[in-house]
């Protein structure tokens, strides 16, 4: 397309400048093309859906380590850390940031609809409880520091985070709710 043309569901992309003496706006320049978009997009549903995949991945292995011997459960946990850091962590910080690409190169926006919104605010509650259930209640375990509540902590957390993957990944699908409202 060109670069005063039109884009996807009569969005409108202009070139870098967003000049608008030549048609453009200062917002329409933030536009992706339909190309970039799409590639983003499609980072972002494939960085979403693993994450639920691996966290369900981490939730099994913690429920199953918890009705086993304890020399058994320490290597359990020590296969669910290595889904933790190898995939958890950087596939959430690969959803996150090309959610945020995708809300401000698109028309959807990252605060501007309550879904986008909700996705933003599940996402960082997915890192949030990596950083303060999830890990702290690994290292106890790992450490053998005992297992009473940290292994039924990391069953929940990682249970949590699956949930809210799965959740975000169904508001991204039926795009509930309307526009946000803007204050000021």
């Given at each position: 397309m060109s670069a005063a043309g039109g884009g996807a569901r009569g969005e409108r992309v202009?070139?870098?400048s967003g000049d608008p003496a030549r048609g453009g706006s200062a917002r329409a320049a933030r536009r992706l093309a339909p190309r970039a978009r799409k590639a983003l997009l499609t980072l972002h549903i494939g960085a979403s859906v693993a994450l639920i995949g691996s966290g369900?991945?981490?939730t099994a292995l913690s429920l199953i380590?918890?009705?086993e011997r304890a020399a058994d459960a320490h290597v359990i946990y020590g296969a669910a850390e290595t889904l933790v850091f190898t995939l958890g962590v950087p596939l959430s910080f690969i959803s996150l940031l090309s959610g945020i690409a995708l809300g401000l190169g698109t028309r959807w926006g990252v605060l501007r609809h309550r879904w986008?919104?909700?996705?933003?605010?599940?996402q960082l509650a997915i890192i949030a409880c990596g950083g303060l259930v999830i890990r702290p209640?690994?290292?106890s375990l790992i450490e053998?520091?005992?297992r009473g509540t940290a292994q039924w902590t990391m069953v929940a957390g990682a249970a949590f985070n699956t949930a809210c993957a799965m959740l975000a990944?169904?508001?991204a699908v039926f795009k509930p709710g309307g526009?946000?409202?803007r204050v000021g």
């Open positions: 202009v070139g870098a369900a991945g981490i380590a918890t009705g986008t919104a909700a996705k933003l605010a599940l209640a690994m290292e053998g520091g005992g990944v169904g508001l526009r946000l409202r």
